[in-house]
């Protein structure tokens, strides 16, 4: 059974950080490739930032320069750093990777983390 579980979400100000973890369960995590997105009130789901299994990383133009992706192999984690962090960045954030599963390839979220950035 594939599990993602979201953690370090939470209240900050502009202009603080928080760091995101994603821990991964019942997938190949070393080859798996791993994204961030995140849903707004009233908005559609999208991507922030995503990362191969090689370790190339690829950002929303809205977090360029302040986000970074990265992933612990070791730990089958995937990392989310935010810094200088919006009030437009509030959102629930989700961890979704399309797997391999022992089953195969798969569409799979974790269950959301909420970020809520005050101004």
């Known amino acids: 059974q594939v599990q993602l579980v979201e953690s370090g979400g939470g209240l900050v100000q502009a202009g603080g950080s928080l760091r995101l973890s994603c821990a991964a369960s019942g997938i190949i995590f070393s080859i798996a490739a791993m994204d961030w997105y995140r849903q707004a009130p009233g908005k559609q789901r999208e991507l922030v930032a995503a990362i191969t299994r090689g370790g190339s990383t690829n950002y929303a133009d809205s977090v360029k320069g302040r986000f970074t992706i990265s992933r612990d192999n070791a730990k089958n984690t995937v990392y989310l750093q935010m810094n200088s962090l919006k009030p437009e960045d509030t959102a629930v954030y989700y961890c979704?990777?399309?797997?391999?599963?022992?089953?195969?390839?798969?569409?799979?979220w974790g269950q959301g983390t909420q970020v809520t950035v005050s101004s």
């Open positions: 979704h990777t399309k797997g391999p599963a022992a089953t195969g390839w798969g569409i799979y």
